[in-house]
């Protein structure tokens, strides 16, 4: 069973862009927004902070109490939407309940857009138009084609209908002329429909969802869950999928969790923001 590994693929992704930041006569400059203290989110933007350093791009990490309220968190958007300095913009999930994250999203400058998730990239995602493309659903697609694993074609089965992965998704496995199922949670017969595919995503959040019984033998999977089901002895917390790993013995490919699709996302959102400093100066990233 072939391994796909997200490290290697992610390595590829940043000599690409370390190509494209050494003919730049500036660096582009991301800046992560993040509410509160939740654990999670202190270490994912800890995370893509470093890389961005690590990478040669700037980067700052605006903290704002868990209580601010959504007028000054807009606010604050709106001058990193003036700030000509500023090419990212990436506002930190989960929000505190006082905050709406649609809203949030919609007053994001969609240009800077580097997590891809604002309406008018969303849309031009489903249009086949040139979009700043939502991270995760990205780097699944350059996943796959840094293993060679062939799209076009191919029946898809995407499990989870979110706004971050499972519609974006199912709108880039379409470019790629894959044929798309999207399966959700009132899905009938799901494990029938898993079945089916020949690449199988699963972006639900619910552990070991997907059991070897709901796998085609020789299907290309992709986990994209990623679980947190308790500690270790070292305090550390112990992440498992949305794929039971029992169906290593029947695919032909997987993504482990960890170490699969996280850090492509990282990479891809990257990827967006060298592209977004690039497009706000008239230029393309090829």
């Not at 890389?51 to 958007?77: K, M, N, W, Y």
């Not at 990436?90 to 919609?106: R, Y």
């Not at 482990?256 to 690039?278: C, D, E, I, S």
Request: with cysteine.
């Amino acid at each position: 069973m072939l391994k796909l590994a997200g490290p290697p693929a992610a390595e590829a992704v940043y000599e690409e862009l370390r190509a494209l930041l050494n003919r730049l006569p500036y660096t582009p400059h991301l800046r992560v927004v993040r509410l509160g203290e939740d654990p999670a989110s202190v270490a994912y933007v800890r995370l893509k902070d470093r890389q961005a350093r690590r990478l040669g791009l700037s980067s700052q990490v605006d903290v704002f109490p868990a209580s601010t309220p959504q007028e000054d968190l807009l606010a604050h958007i709106a001058r990193l939407n003036q700030d000509p300095e500023v090419d990212g913009i990436l506002v930190q999930s989960p929000l505190p309940p006082q905050v709406d994250f649609n809203t949030v999203l919609e007053a994001i400058d969609p240009k800077k857009d580097v997590d891809g998730l604002t309406p008018l990239n969303a849309g031009r995602i489903w249009m086949g138009l040139e979009a700043l493309e939502s991270c995760t659903p990205a780097g699944v697609v350059r996943l796959l084609k840094h293993y060679g694993i062939p799209l076009a074609g191919k029946n898809a089965v995407i499990v989870g209908r979110s706004n971050l992965v499972g519609k974006p998704l199912a709108a880039l496995l379409l470019r790629e002329n894959a044929t798309v199922t999207l399966a959700h949670s009132r899905t009938q017969n799901l494990a029938e429909v898993c079945r089916r595919a020949e690449v199988l995503v699963a972006a639900v959040g619910r552990p070991g969802l997907i059991t070897p019984e709901m796998v085609r033998p020789g299907a290309v999977v992709v986990d994209v869950g990623i679980n947190r089901v308790g500690q270790d002895e070292r305090g550390r917390d112990i992440l498992v999928g949305d794929v039971d790993p029992r169906v290593a013995e029947v695919a032909s490919a997987l993504s482990p969790v960890p170490g699969g699709v996280g850090p492509m996302t990282v990479a891809m959102l990257l990827y967006n923001t060298v592209k977004a400093a690039l497009w706000r100066r008239g230029e393309r990233a090829g």
